[in-house]
Nanobody
């Protein structure tokens, strides 16, 4: 099982910046990708940013160059950091770290989620 610990959420004024971090336990060789999703009240959860094991990234259309996702591998953990700048009130949501990990025992990639953190952008 992959354990995920998130940090960095909070309250920020419009135009400001935040850095979201999560640390996922597990062999970096098995963690094939991961990133951040968000869910605003009454709306569906949507992709914010995702990075593959090869370093390729993709972002939600609404990001528009404001966010940058990076990955750092240690011996038994993978860290995902997302720097968010020029934040807008519409960025207010609960942000969830997501990790995809390959389970060699069953030959499947499994999805793991952090508990979520509130990000509030005031106008």
């Amino acid at each position: 099982q992959v354990q995920i610990v998130e940090s960095g959420g909070g309250l920020v004024q419009a135009g400001g910046s935040l850095r979201l971090s999560c640390v996922a336990s597990g062999s970096p060789a098995n963690i094939v990708g991961g990133g951040w999703y968000r869910q605003a009240p009454g709306k569906q959860r949507k992709l914010v940013a995702y990075i593959s094991s090869g370093g390729g990234t993709r972002y939600g259309d609404f990001v528009k160059g404001r966010f940058t996702l990076s990955r750092d591998d240690a011996e038994s953990t993978v860290s995902l950091q997302m720097n968010m700048s020029r934040l807008e009130p519409d960025d207010t949501a609960v942000y969830y770290c997501n990790v995809d990990s390959y389970d060699g025992g069953v030959g499947l990639v499994k999805d793991f989620w952090g508990p979520g953190m509130q990000v509030t952008v005031s106008s």
